[in-house]
Every structure is written in C-alpha cells, then in structure tokens.
C-alpha cells in the first residue's frame, strides 16, 4: 500500500481492515496515523517497544520486533547469495549461451544464489552445535530412565529458572536464526532440551528485548558489540563471523577414529553448472551427494553413514547410561508424563516403547551392524539395516512380549507405532546431535522470511495496529484448533507470523496450547503441497463459518478460487450491508483496485510444503483437483466482470534473488484424490450451489433472477469441465467406482431429494 492516498481513504481502508478481523471499530487513539505530505517517522512504531516478557499471547510489539529480527534474515540471506565467487562459486561459470534461453541463465543465477545460502546455513548448524555444547549449560546431565519414571516429570516445563541474555552474550546472527528455526519446531525443540538436561535454555525463549536492541531501527543490522563478540570467541574458538571461517568439517573416520576433512561443497567449478545439472551433483558435506574417503584408512563415508554413527551413540547412551532414545520422550499430546503411572496401553506407557523393544532382544544385532571398526565389505551398513532389524524384532512374538510385558502377541498399539516412527524420524536425512534436521528447517523458514519482506509491515506507519488485529485472528486460529483437534489448519501469513512469535516464548505457548486445546500444538513445517491446499480450503471454509469472517484477506488468483469454492450463494445475492462477509469482500476489493499489490496481502503460508515424489497414476488424478480449482477461479472472474472489477490475473512478476521472473502467483501444489471420488464430491459441490439458488429463488420470487442465471452458467461450466477431465483421464469407468465413490455418489442423490433440487 503507497503512501498517497487521501485521508478519508485512509480512514475508509482502517475501518475495513478492523472489519475484517470481526473486531470492534476502533477509538481515535488506536487508529493508525493518517498520510500527509510530511515523509511518516517508519522507525517510531519500534524505537520504544516495551519487551518485558509476557505471560499469554504475543503482544504487538513482540511481534514488530520479530518483524526486525526477520527483516535481518533476509539481508543476511541476500547477502550471502548474492556474493560472487563465495565458497569458490563465480557467476562467471555461467556464460552466454545461444542453446540457453534467457530464462535458463535466470534460473541457473538463482540456483547459484540458492546453493551459497545452503552452504552458508549448513555451516551455522555446525557452528550452533558447537554453541549448544559448550556455551548452553555446558554442566548439563542428560535424562536418564530414572529421572522419566519420577512422578513429577510432568512438572518439568516449570521446574528451574530460564537463562538470561544480555545483548553483551547474545550468539552470531546465524546462529540466532537457527536457534530461531528451532523453536519453531516446539516439539522436537522441547524433546531436546528434556533429553540433554537443558530446560532452562528451553524456558528462556528468545530474548528479544536483547535481540531488538542489536538490531539498527534505520538498516537492521545485526551488532551486538564487541563483548559478545569476544564472549563467542572465546567459549567457542570459531569466529564471528560464519564467512570467515575454513570451507572444511571436521569429521571422524567410523573405523580408524582418524580425522577427515571434507570440504562443504565440490561445486566450485565451471563443470558443476549445466542447465540438467545446476549444482545438483557436488559430493562434498553440504551436498545430499556427498562422499569422502579416510586418508588413513580409506573407509568410505556419506550421509547416511554419519547417520548410522548417530544411531550407535544414542544406542550405547541407552544400554550403559539408560538414556532414552530421540523421539521416546513426549506422549502423543506431545507432553511429558511419567510411563510407570500409566496402564501398558497408555500413551505415556507406549512412548518409551522403542527403548524396550531395543533390549528385549535387538540390542546386540543392532551393536553389530552398526559397528564399522571391523566392517570389511565395500558397502557400509546403513539406516536402511537398521530399520530390518528392528522389523523383524516387531514380528518376533517373544521379543514384543518382553518389550510390551503384556500378551499382545505381534498387534501394536497406536502410541506404540507412533514412537517407533518418531525414534526412526530423528535420523533419516539427519547427521546432527539433534532431533531433527536444522538446515531443512532453516531453508524452509526461508520462504516465510521473504514473504514478511515483500509484504514489508515493519515499514508501516500502521504496523502496529496492523499487528493488533493478526494476534486476534492468530486467537480465532486456536478456537480452530480446539474444536476441531483431527483436522489440519493451515494459516495465513498473519496468522504465522503471530503464531510463530508465540513459539519463540515456548514456556507460554506450552501451557496457552494445553489451555486451549488439552495439547502440545506442534508446527510441522514438513507438510506434502497436496495436503496442505486441501487442508488450506477446509480452514478457509471453516473459518467463515465459524466466526462469519474473510480468512484469506488476499486477492490473488489462488485465494479467490479457495473463497470462491465456499462463500455460498445466499451471502452473494442478498448483500445486506449487515453481512461482515459481503462487507470484508468489498473492503478486499477496494484495496486491490487502489493498487494494493497482491504479493504485499497475507497470503496461505506455504512455507512448510514440500513436494511429493508421485507416479504417473497419481500424475493424471491431480487433473481432477485442478478441474475444481479451475471452475472456481472461472467463476471469480466472471464474477469480478459482472462487478465492474478487473479479474484475478494468474501472470504476474516475481523478484527472486533479485531476477524479476514472470510466473503464475505460488499456490501449493494440487492435491490427490482417487479420481472416482473426486468427480462425485466436485458434482456434489456444484449440485449445492445451484440447489442454494433455486432455493432463494422459490423464497424470493424474480428478485434474484439475474443472480441466478450467472450462478446456473458457471455450475453448469463446472460441471462440464469435470465430465470432461473424467473422459480425459479415465478415473471413472462403469462399475469400478468402489464403495467411496459410491458413497459419495448416494449422498449427492440424497442431497438432490432433500433440497427438492430434483423437484424443482
């Protein structure tokens, strides 16, 4: 949003904006400043933020200052992506071409860029390993058996005192932004710092009085002065600077103990950058390739060894320490309750489950196949012979007799296979000495970073009003939550960004999500792209009807077919200037007509989806789910004419890596229905929308005469475009619907008999 509009625009566009929220409208005080042709003070909103630590939800100018720490990622990640020739990669590797396309350079630019930050992230994990070992309760135990077993474990969230920092003691930028990525997996972070004896670090959260006043309010450089850079140095011995340290990891031979020095990346040359391959092949220790050899020994190393590595010194911290095994702490509330008070079915019983299982009989194979010192074959063991072993243990009557003390014969209980896969899921694709992978987790924040850049709030004279009414709306999210605890919400960026505020003070979201909900919410920042626009479209629906509301406050292409697919008809054709939804959707669309740039409006927060690999059989059913998305996206345009308003556009330019790049708009990827059901549920929603029009219009008369005949045109074009993907791909042949589709087919039947759809 520019900053010339008029000032009873402005004034119209805060009264919407309250209006979106469900909120009351807001006394003069709590406006935000009105434009004048005076250039607005950006650094007043967050020069004085009062940061004391509060005790519930995030507070406004918690989030401002998050906004900062933010804002403070993204100049880091420009600038370390952008920097030619760092860890050996020149841009120069890339020259004109005439079989490259223009767009083929760009995108090879970029993924030069994309693979510096890689690099740079994997080594500020290094780095916070490092920090997280010597510098965080150093003199810290970890949990044995016995400390889990003690009644009182529950109580451990609030046991001690945090820790404190000062700006003098604060950690390296990249290592605040791993620590950052961290909490914002709750569960996992929690996990980790029960199991390493570390819970005041756990309790402390991030200390953001300290953090915002090392950030500059005018550049957000990150300076916390020379007292904790000396403070890092010294407790370390690394530098300060993540650049300036040696390309190099330090690794130890499995077999001979000797050291091994890998490089971080073999890419940094001419060689590594073809269009079929931009980087993608380097084996060095920040590449999924990577590959090295002992110089004393020569045994082999990779990934997936180190991971096996990780999986022998937890297994021998459980057999001589009794040391429970990553994943085996939390109960499937993701809380801490003692397993010896609870019934051997129960979930606090089942989540040590694993550490049994081990020594009922599996310990001593899984010693030996983990152990390289005397390995001769040419292949190392890996996770994968891991992963048999323990298999087979769970077909194994006597060893689940011993590890369940009960007469259960092979027939696990949920919480049972849950922890198995939770213990499993600390090492695939994970090296480190914690519970989950930490560059993953900082590259997928990454997104999220970026959105709040583009959306740019922190440069809002209206910042903090704005963050007023997302911490309402993140409150209305959590209702979402509680009430309906199998379903997944996803959020929107506002939400997000107060959510993950809120996470960054884990002690209180702890006992906020418990209140709420009865549980730990976690925040899977792992979630497949078709799950997540499904899951996307329910929260939408969910919650307009829940608190009569706009959820997605976004006008793009994608967010108008998500609120096109479910604001119903009645709402469409009776707009009583009483209806909020009517009201909110008006406000939306005066915005986007006075300029507001969809990419600066809170779209889905999509930083948490990850692509699937899928077959081809999956490949041609998404055409169904793309059919629906379609229909929905025709009907806002023709809508949007009807109206007088310029439609959704699909095209528009997106800067990556500072390369203007013509693609459609980010939606997530399209999910995955059998195909059969997916046809019966869209003809189902088309046969509700025309039934809701026939409906008004026999309570109405010819009042919504015209309404009706635009509503009948695009149901009927929906139902056309989804016989014709049905003919196309072939999903629905005669008699080989199943019983879902069947059932799905019988409840449209019912639902035409019950409208008098059919009668009428």
Same mark, same amino acid.
């Given at each position: 949003?520019?900053?010339?509009?008029?000032?009873?625009?402005?004034?119209?566009?805060?009264?919407?904006?309250?209006?979106?929220?469900?909120?009351?409208?807001?006394?003069?005080?709590?406006?935000?400043?009105?434009?004048?042709?005076?250039?607005?003070?950006?650094?007043?909103?967050?020069?004085?933020?009062?940061?004391?630590?509060?005790?519930?939800?995030?507070?406004?100018?918690?989030?401002?200052?998050?906004?900062?720490?933010?804002?403070?990622?993204?100049?880091?990640?420009?600038?370390?992506?952008?920097?030619?020739?760092?860890?050996?990669?020149?841009?120069?590797?890339?020259?004109?071409?005439?079989?490259?396309?223009?767009?083929?350079?760009?995108?090879?630019?970029?993924?030069?860029?994309?693979?510096?930050?890689?690099?740079?992230?994997?080594?500020?994990?290094?780095?916070?390993?490092?920090?997280?070992?010597?510098?965080?309760?150093?003199?810290?135990?970890?949990?044995?058996?016995?400390?889990?077993?003690?009644?009182?474990?529950?109580?451990?969230?609030?046991?001690?005192?945090?820790?404190?920092?000062?700006?003098?003691?604060?950690?390296?930028?990249?290592?605040?932004?791993?620590?950052?990525?961290?909490?914002?997996?709750?569960?996992?972070?929690?996990?980790?710092?029960?199991?390493?004896?570390?819970?005041?670090?756990?309790?402390?959260?991030?200390?953001?009085?300290?953090?915002?006043?090392?950030?500059?309010?005018?550049?957000?450089?990150?300076?916390?002065?020379?007292?904790?850079?000396?403070?890092?140095?010294?407790?370390?011995?690394?530098?300060?600077?993540?650049?300036?340290?040696?390309?190099?990891?330090?690794?130890?031979?499995?077999?001979?103990?000797?050291?091994?020095?890998?490089?971080?990346?073999?890419?940094?040359?001419?060689?590594?950058?073809?269009?079929?391959?931009?980087?993608?092949?380097?084996?060095?220790?920040?590449?999924?390739?990577?590959?090295?050899?002992?110089?004393?020994?020569?045994?082999?190393?990779?990934?997936?060894?180190?991971?096996?590595?990780?999986?022998?010194?937890?297994?021998?911290?459980?057999?001589?320490?009794?040391?429970?095994?990553?994943?085996?702490?939390?109960?499937?509330?993701?809380?801490?309750?003692?397993?010896?008070?609870?019934?051997?079915?129960?979930?606090?019983?089942?989540?040590?489950?694993?550490?049994?299982?081990?020594?009922?009989?599996?310990?001593?194979?899984?010693?030996?196949?983990?152990?390289?010192?005397?390995?001769?074959?040419?292949?190392?063991?890996?996770?994968?012979?891991?992963?048999?072993?323990?298999?087979?243990?769970?077909?194994?009557?006597?060893?689940?007799?011993?590890?369940?003390?009960?007469?259960?014969?092979?027939?696990?209980?949920?919480?049972?296979?849950?922890?198995?896969?939770?213990?499993?899921?600390?090492?695939?694709?994970?090296?480190?000495?914690?519970?989950?992978?930490?560059?993953?987790?900082?590259?997928?924040?990454?997104?999220?970073?970026?959105?709040?850049?583009?959306?740019?709030?922190?440069?809002?004279?209206?910042?903090?009003?704005?963050?007023?009414?997302?911490?309402?709306?993140?409150?209305?999210?959590?209702?979402?939550?509680?009430?309906?605890?199998?379903?997944?919400?996803?959020?929107?960026?506002?939400?997000?960004?107060?959510?993950?505020?809120?996470?960054?003070?884990?002690?209180?979201?702890?006992?906020?999500?418990?209140?709420?909900?009865?549980?730990?919410?976690?925040?899977?920042?792992?979630?497949?792209?078709?799950?997540?626009?499904?899951?996307?479209?329910?929260?939408?629906?969910?919650?307009?009807?829940?608190?009569?509301?706009?959820?997605?406050?976004?006008?793009?292409?994608?967010?108008?077919?998500?609120?096109?697919?479910?604001?119903?008809?009645?709402?469409?054709?009776?707009?009583?200037?009483?209806?909020?939804?009517?009201?909110?959707?008006?406000?939306?669309?005066?915005?986007?007509?006075?300029?507001?740039?969809?990419?600066?409006?809170?779209?889905?927060?999509?930083?948490?989806?990850?692509?699937?690999?899928?077959?081809?059989?999956?490949?041609?059913?998404?055409?169904?789910?793309?059919?629906?998305?379609?229909?929905?996206?025709?009907?806002?345009?023709?809508?949007?004419?009807?109206?007088?308003?310029?439609?959704?556009?699909?095209?528009?330019?997106?800067?990556?890596?500072?390369?203007?790049?013509?693609?459609?708009?980010?939606?997530?990827?399209?999910?995955?229905?059998?195909?059969?059901?997916?046809?019966?549920?869209?003809?189902?929603?088309?046969?509700?929308?025309?039934?809701? &029009?026939?409906?008004? +219009?026999?309570?109405? @008369?010819?009042?919504? #005469? =015209?309404?009706?005949? !635009? *509503?009948?045109? /695009?149901?009927?074009?929906?139902?056309?475009?989804?016989?014709?993907?049905? &003919?196309?791909?072939? +999903?629905?042949?005669? @008699?080989?619907?199943? #019983? =879902?589709?069947?059932? !799905? *087919?019988?409840? /449209?039947?019912?639902?035409?008999?019950?409208?008098?759809?059919?009668?009428?």
């Amino acid at each position: 949003m520019t900053g010339d509009h008029h000032p009873q625009d402005r004034k119209r566009l805060d009264q919407s904006g309250a209006a979106m929220h469900g909120l009351e409208k807001n006394t003069p005080e709590d406006l935000p400043p009105s434009y004048s042709s005076v250039p607005p003070n950006i650094t007043a909103a967050f020069s004085n933020l009062r940061l004391g630590r509060s005790a519930g939800i995030p507070t406004a100018d918690e989030c401002i200052a998050h906004l900062k720490l933010l804002e403070a990622f993204s100049q880091l990640r420009e600038d370390v992506g952008t920097t030619d020739g760092l860890y050996g990669i020149r841009d120069d590797f890339i020259e004109p071409s005439s079989f490259r396309t223009e767009k083929e350079t760009v995108e090879l630019l970029t993924a030069m860029r994309e693979k510096r930050w890689a690099i740079y992230v994997t080594n500020a994990v290094q780095r916070f390993e490092i920090y997280w070992k010597v510098c965080i309760q150093a003199d810290a135990r970890m949990l044995d058996q016995v400390d889990l077993d003690r009644p009182d474990i529950k109580d451990i969230a609030d046991r001690g005192t945090p820790l404190t920092f000062t700006t003098d003691t604060l950690p390296p930028l990249d290592l605040i932004m791993v620590w950052h990525a961290y909490m914002l997996n709750p569960r996992s972070f929690f996990a980790d710092c029960m199991r390493s004896g570390k819970m005041r670090f756990w309790q402390a959260g991030l200390p953001w009085e300290a953090i915002n006043n090392a950030i500059d309010n005018n550049t957000f450089v990150y300076n916390p002065g020379p007292k904790a850079m000396k403070s890092f140095t010294t407790q370390t011995l690394r530098r300060w600077n993540n650049l300036d340290e040696a390309t190099l990891v330090d690794l130890s031979c499995p077999k001979c103990r000797g050291e091994v020095a890998a490089p971080l990346t073999t890419c940094n040359n001419k060689g590594s950058w073809t269009t079929q391959h931009p980087g993608d092949l380097g084996t060095g220790y920040a590449e999924k390739g990577f590959q090295a050899r002992c110089t004393q020994c020569s045994f082999p190393l990779d990934h997936d060894v180190l991971r096996t590595q990780k999986f022998r010194a937890d297994l021998q911290k459980l057999l001589t320490r009794d040391c429970a095994m990553p994943g085996t702490f939390l109960t499937i509330e993701g809380l801490p309750e003692c397993p010896q008070q609870g019934l051997p079915t129960s979930s606090s019983w089942c989540v040590s489950f694993p550490n049994r299982l081990i020594k009922a009989g599996l310990s001593s194979k899984l010693l030996d196949v983990t152990d390289m010192k005397w390995h001769k074959s040419t292949k190392p063991s890996s996770m994968e012979d891991v992963r048999n072993i323990i298999e087979e243990g769970l077909g194994n009557p006597e060893v689940l007799k011993k590890a369940t003390q009960s007469y259960r014969g092979r027939r696990l209980v949920k919480a049972e296979r849950v922890a198995i896969r939770r213990m499993m899921a600390s090492y695939w694709d994970n090296s480190s000495i914690f519970g989950l992978d930490l560059v993953g987790a900082v590259v997928r924040q990454c997104v999220f970073v970026e959105k709040m850049h583009a959306i740019d709030w922190i440069h809002s004279p209206a910042v903090s009003s704005t963050m007023t009414r997302l911490i309402a709306k993140y409150q209305r999210y959590f209702q979402i939550l509680a009430a309906y605890p199998s379903e997944v919400a996803v959020p929107t960026l506002d939400v997000d960004l107060a959510w993950h505020t809120h996470q960054l003070n884990p002690r209180f979201y702890l006992r906020y999500s418990i209140a709420k909900t009865k549980k730990f919410i976690d925040h899977d920042d792992k979630i497949e792209e078709n799950k997540l626009s499904l899951a996307f479209e329910w929260t939408s629906k969910t919650y307009q009807k829940m608190f009569d509301s706009v959820y997605s406050e976004c006008t793009c292409w994608y967010c108008e077919a998500i609120r096109e697919g479910h604001t119903s008809t009645v709402t469409r054709i009776f707009k009583s200037s009483r209806n909020p939804v009517v009201k909110e959707l008006d406000a939306l669309y005066n915005l986007s007509a006075k300029g507001c740039d969809a990419d600066k409006m809170p779209h889905i927060s999509a930083h948490n989806a990850i692509r699937p690999i899928i077959d081809e059989e999956d490949r041609t059913r998404v055409s169904v789910r793309e059919a629906e998305l379609e229909r929905n996206y025709q009907k806002a345009c023709q809508r949007a004419r009807k109206k007088g308003r310029e439609p959704p556009t699909r095209d528009m330019s997106y800067s990556y890596w500072g390369y203007s790049m013509a693609m459609p708009y980010y939606a997530p990827y399209m999910g995955y229905y059998p195909g059969h059901v997916a046809v019966a549920s869209q003809l189902v929603h088309a046969l509700e929308e025309l039934a809701g &029009v026939v409906q008004l +219009v026999l309570r109405a @008369g010819h009042a919504a #005469e =015209e309404e009706l005949v !635009v *509503e009948v045109a /695009a149901v009927q074009e929906g139902v056309d475009v989804v016989a014709a993907v049905e &003919v196309e791909v072939g +999903v629905v042949e005669e @008699g080989e619907e199943g #019983e =879902e589709g069947a059932d !799905v *087919e019988a409840e /449209a039947a019912n639902f035409c008999q019950k409208s008098g759809l059919l009668a009428c």
